[in-house]
């Protein structure tokens, strides 16, 4: 199966991530299991900022799906997964 990376971008002092966090990223997490590797970034840390930087991320929650995709803000889970799924078709 193919592995895909996505890198997740929160602020801890967010609700917004937090909520994003747990009614998005965690479900999805459980649901794709060993096809997508997940990498959770704090954007305070220097390493995710530097990183959000190279992906030209000004806000959060995002996601960068596969290094090709990038999402900014709160998206329906709906929308995420229909995301991550044609990015994964895309690399078979």
């Not at 649901?31 to 959770?40: I, N, P, T, Y």
């Not at 220097?46 to 709160?74: C, T």
């Amino acid at each position: 199966m193919v592995r895909m990376v996505i890198d997740y971008f929160f602020s801890p002092t967010s609700e917004e991530c937090k909520n994003f966090m747990k009614l998005v990223v965690n479900p999805l997490m459980r649901e794709l299991g060993d096809s997508v590797e997940w990498r959770v970034h704090n954007i305070y840390e220097p390493k995710a900022k530097r990183i959000a930087d190279q992906y030209e991320i000004r806000g959060v929650p995002a996601l960068v799906i596969g290094g090709k995709e990038v999402i900014v803000g709160f998206k329906p889970i709906s929308v995420v997964k229909e995301i991550i799924m044609r990015t994964l078709g895309q690399e078979k």
